[in-house]
């Protein structure tokens, strides 16, 4: 989907973001840029949708060289969600969601379907929400249109820059919970940029580690955490390496469940809280912890797939501390 072919971006002072830069994205799924500042993961992502142009080296969209295409109607077919929203001040909800398909041409019928349907996805009640301005949104409200403009024109593609970084821990956990559920369904190529490898290591399918505009290692979150290509990995790991590896298994792995064949739960027999096969082990000890019962049913979307003991839990997390 995504092609980086020896992608280098210098600076007129000689400074290099990025050097010499090769990798693949592929169709459906999360990367994560993840580095400390000054690492390249910003610029690198930038480049996709021209917001930065390469110095040297190509990028492919779908097959096609991006230099070759016109930079606005680029921008147009990328979902693009960054840390501060940028949302419109002077526009409501709705008129912030619609701003894309309103500039491709979309007719107004199809854009308030598709701005009511984006709200509902992202959990607000579009009747409560579509007339009011960012001003009187919290964050995590401004966060979620945020989220739901990048996914307005239904663009394959959806870059987001650090965007729950300026939320508090609560609301950010929150969010990206949220966002791995939405994910699920909207299955878009996604470039994820982040500094914390918490973060990383929840959100990407696979984590492309960056160092003075350099990839250190590209794998997915299980393969870094317990396999470091090199020092500066395992110090970017640091003390965490435990925490981090029950972060990498998930409910999936202690069920053995065919998702097709379960039946689909009505909306309202759902439970608020329950236990999802995207769940880290961390979050279902914390779910066990507040049933405060022994075995729990296993949720994938909306289809109940099984069920998950506390003592299969505490098992797979024994397991991974004989490995660590």
Not at 8 to 20: E, F, N
Not at 65 to 88: K, W
Request: net charge negative; glycine share 8%; charged share 25%.
């Amino acid at each position: 989907m995504i092609s980086f072919q020896n992608v280098t971006k210098s600076y007129p002072d000689g400074t290099r973001a990025v050097s010499d830069l090769s990798l693949e994205v592929r169709e459906g799924e999360t990367l994560v840029l993840l580095g400390t500042s000054g690492s390249g993961k910003t610029t690198t992502m930038k480049m996709v949708n021209r917001l930065i142009e390469p110095t040297s080296g190509r990028i492919l969209l779908d097959g096609r060289d991006i230099t070759s295409q016109d930079p606005i109607a680029l921008r147009r077919q990328v979902g693009y969600a960054i840390q501060h929203i940028g949302l419109f001040p002077h526009m409501t909800v709705a008129e912030n969601v619609g701003v894309v398909p309103k500039l491709l041409g979309w007719s107004a019928p199809k854009i308030a379907e598709r701005v009511e349907s984006l709200l509902a996805m992202v959990g607000l009640e579009p009747q409560t929400y579509l007339e009011r301005y960012p001003s009187q949104l919290s964050g995590g409200q401004r966060q979620r249109i945020g989220v739901a403009r990048a996914l307005a024109a239904d663009p394959p593609v959806v870059l987001m820059d650090e965007p729950f970084g300026a939320l508090d821990p609560i609301t950010r956990e929150q969010l990206q919970n949220e966002f791995l559920e939405l994910e699920s369904e909207i299955r878009k190529t996604i470039i994820f940029v982040t500094h914390d490898i918490f973060e990383a290591v929840r959100m990407g399918d696979r984590i492309a580690l960056l160092d003075a505009g350099e990839i250190q290692q590209l794998a997915t979150p299980k393969e870094i955490v317990e396999n470091p290509a090199n020092q500066f990995v395992t110090d970017f790991l640091g003390q965490h390496t435990f925490q981090l590896a029950l972060l990498t298994r998930t409910v999936a792995g202690l069920l053995d469940a065919d998702t097709e064949q379960s039946a689909e739960v009505p909306p309202g027999q759902l439970p608020d809280r329950r236990l999802s096969v995207r769940n880290t082990f961390i979050e279902a000890m914390d779910i066990f912890k507040t049933s405060r019962r022994s075995e729990l049913p296993v949720y994938h979307r909306r289809r109940c797939i099984g069920t998950l003991s506390r003592q299969q839990l505490l098992d797979g997390i024994t397991t991974i501390l004989r490995e660590a």
